[in-house]
C-alpha cells in the first residue's frame, strides 16, 4: 500500500477557512473521491497553535493507494485529468502543492478518539546521511523516544519509497503523526522536553534544521478507515 501525502496551500486571494472549506466539501467531495484508485483518502486541516506559527500549508491529505499500477492508472483517469487536476487553480496555489509517496511504520498503536488532533511533522534529513542509515535511525530513535511524550495517544512514521530517489533526490523524507486528545494536550507535549523527539533539530545531525515543518491538523476521513474495493474495470 502506499501512503501518499499531498500538502497544499491557499491560492493568492484566498482565506484559509475558505480554502479548506472548499478542498474538504467542493474538491474532495465532487472530484477526488471520484478516482476509483483510491483506496483510502483523509484529509488533514490545520488548526491554529502555538506549534506552527508560520504556516506554509493549510492542510494535508493523506491517500492510500494499492500498488504503483493503481496509482499510475490513477493519474490517466478522466475523473483526474477532467476533474481533480483541472479544478487544483480553483482552490490552491499549485506551484506550492508538495507530494510525497511513503510506506507507513506504526511506532505506537491505538485507536483514538474523534475528537482527537494530530501533529504532523514533515522533514529532510541532512544529507550527509544515506537514505537506508537514516531511515534505520529514525525508526530506532522514534520508536525509543515515543514513550517520553506526555499524553501521545498514537504515533506512525511514514518514510518515503524507494522510488522517490530513483531519480535525483527526494524533497522530504518523512512525515510523523502523533495523535493527542486535543490541541491542548498536543501543545503541552511540545512545550516538554519531548519536543525534540516531535521536532527532531539536533538528532546526532540527521535532520536537516531548516526543513523540518510541524503542522497541527484535524483529520477528516472521506473514504475509509476501511478500504474501498476497486471497481472493477476502472
Given amino acids: 500500500m502506499i501512503h501518499q501525502h499531498i500538502y497544499a496551500a ?10 479548506q472549506n472548499y478542498w474538504l466539501k467542493v474538491h474532495a467531495v465532487q472530484f477526488a473521491m471520484k478516482i476509483p ?6 484529509l488533514n486541516l490545520r488548526l491554529a497553535c502555538s506549534i506552527d506559527t508560520n504556516p506554509i500549508w493549510g492542510g494535508c ?11 499510475l492508472a490513477s493519474i490517466q ?9 483541472l479544478d487544483e487553480p480553483n482552490w490552491a496555489a499549485f506551484w506550492m502543492t508538495v507530494g510525497l509517496d511513503c510506506d507507513n511504520h506504526s511506532i505506537k498503536a491505538a485507536d483514538v478518539p474523534a475528537s482527537a488532533v494530530k ?5 529532510k534529513r541532512n544529507l550527509k546521511n544515506e ?5 534505520k535511525r529514525r525508526l530506532a530513535e522514534l520508536t525509543a523516544g515515543a514513550t517520553s511524550i506526555p499524553g501521545l495517544l498514537k504515533c506512525q512514521l511514514a518514510l518515503a519509497v524507494e522510488g522517490s530517489y ?3 533526490e527526494s524533497r522530504f523524507d518523512e512525515v510523523a503523526h502523533f495523535w493527542f486528545a486535543s490541541a491542548a494536550d498536543a501543545e503541552a507535549a511540545f512545550a516538554s522536553a519531548a519536543r525534540n523527539v516531535m521536532l527532531p533539530k539536533a538528532a546526532d545531525g540527521l535532520i536537516n534544521p531548516s526543513q523540518v515543518y510541524p503542522m497541527l491538523v484535524k483529520e477528516h476521513w472521506l473514504i475509509g478507515p476501511e478500504e474501498r474495493p476497486l471497481v472493477q474495470g476502472a
Avoid at 77 to 85: D, E, N, S, V
Fill in 131 to 135: 537514505v537506508a542509515d537514516y531511515q
Fill in 61 to 71: 491529505a493523506e491517500i492510500w493507494l494499492r500498488n504503483g499500477e493503481e496509482q
Fill in 37 to 42: 484508485q483510491i483506496a483510502m483518502y483523509k
Fill in 119 to 123: 501533529l504532523i511533522v514533515l522533514s
Fill in 166 to 168: 530513483a531519480i535525483g
Fill in 10 to 19: 491557499p491560492k493568492p486571494g484566498m482565506s484559509e477557512a475558505d480554502f
Fill in 77 to 85: 483517469t478522466p475523473q483526474f485529468l477532467q476533474g481533480a487536476r
